[in-house]
C-alpha cells in the first residue's frame, strides 16, 4: 500500500455550521455536495476533506456513535514562517475556530498553534518542520 491519504472524513454534529465555517468563513470551495455531505479538495486535489453526519459516519463504519472530547486525531497545516502561523490562527479565529493553544517555539525547533474548528476537530498550524510538505 503507498503512503497517501485520499480523504480526511470529519463526522460532525451539524453539518450546516461546518460547511460555512470551511466554505464561507475559511474561504475553502467546496468540491461536492449532497443533503448529508460536503466535500472540499485540498492541495491541487490529490486530498479531499469530507463533512458526514456524525452518527451516520458511526453507523457507516459500524461503531458506537456516543463519546466526545478529545478523538485521538489532529489535522495540520504547514506554512514557511512563523509570521504565516500567527496570520493563519487570526483567520481561524475570525473565521469562528477557537484558538486551543497560541502560537509559541516548540520543544522540537519549530513554531505552531492549534484552533479548533466549531465541532472541535483540531488543526495545528506549523513552521520549521522539515521535510514535511508546505500547504503554502
Known sequence: MNAHVSVITLGV??????????????????????DNWAC?????????????????LAEDAGVPAEGDGFRGVTLAYNVRSEERVDELLAEAERAGGTIVQ?????????????????????WEVATGATRLPFSE
Do not use: C, I, N
Open 40 to 56: 472540499f479538495l485540498l492541495a491541487g486535489g490529490s486530498t479531499a476533506l469530507a463533512l458526514y453526519p456524525w452518527d451516520e
Open 102 to 122: 497560541p502560537s509559541r517555539k516548540t520543544q522540537w525547533g519549530g513554531y505552531s498553534g492549534y484552533f479548533a474548528d466549531p465541532e472541535g476537530y483540531l
Open 13 to 34: 454534529r451539524d453539518l450546516e455550521r461546518e460547511k460555512r465555517f470551511y466554505g464561507e468563513q475559511l474561504g475553502w470551495p467546496v468540491e461536492q455536495e449532497d
